[in-house]
């Protein structure tokens, strides 16, 4: 008897699992078949990266993640823009720029088939950690240069309908590198090593801090955010 209840048993464990996980499921087929209607490519548009200052918000409260209210993390966030801004730039200046003290390029490597970042002085090895890049929009693929950095940044986004609508305040350690892509903490999700973005590069927190401050263009302490300049120039990120 037991035995003829499996199939209708397997059956009902189906139809769960479709209707629990429904909104990933048509996020993820709508995405596949570009019938999405969503045409958010980045986080922001360059507009946008250039009108915000860099400062840490200390009004926003709520961050929203695939349309849902997340753990919004802003007593640790505050604490470590504080410390960022408390470092001694005499300290880094020395790794500081688009070469190291041996006249060896700084560069940035992105794997998206591995998920993985690596930092490089000439081609030894410095910084290496997974990330995750674009899902509901591809993260561009050439070679570019760390054009603007942020201390901090507000990211919106998304479709409602869809049910992937983001708006998450003070994304830390931004550095754009093609248009609105950036390079980013993520604190909303830890499935790093797996594509979950609209496009940019998110990092684990305490690794792209320290990505943060070995590349260009430098970010003097008293500011928040600099554009890349001939005399502060950006470093080179490739992704491919």
Known sequence: MLHRLVPLLLLIAVIAYIAF???SIRRTIVYKLNISGDLTLSCCTVDNILSQNGKFDEDANT???????IDYPKTSLSYAYSQSLAQ???ENQAVLGTTNEAGEEKWIDVSLDEQRL???????LVIEFPISSGLWAPTPKGSFNIWYKTRNQ?????????GTYYYLPN???????HQGYAIHGAYWHNNFGHPMSHGCVNSPLASVAQLFDWAGPVVPPDQ??????AENPGTRVVVR
Do not use: C, W
């Open 118 to 124: 690596r930092a490089y002085e000439g081609n030894t």
């Open 63 to 69: 961050a929203i993640f695939n349309g849902e209210v």
């Open 88 to 90: 001694n730039p005499d």
């Open 21 to 23: 996980n429904f909104q």
């Open 171 to 177: 994304v830390p350690h931004n550095m754009f590198f």
């Open 224 to 229: 928040n955010a600099v554009r890349a300049t």
């Open 154 to 162: 507000t990211m919106s986004g998304g479709s409602k309908d869809l």
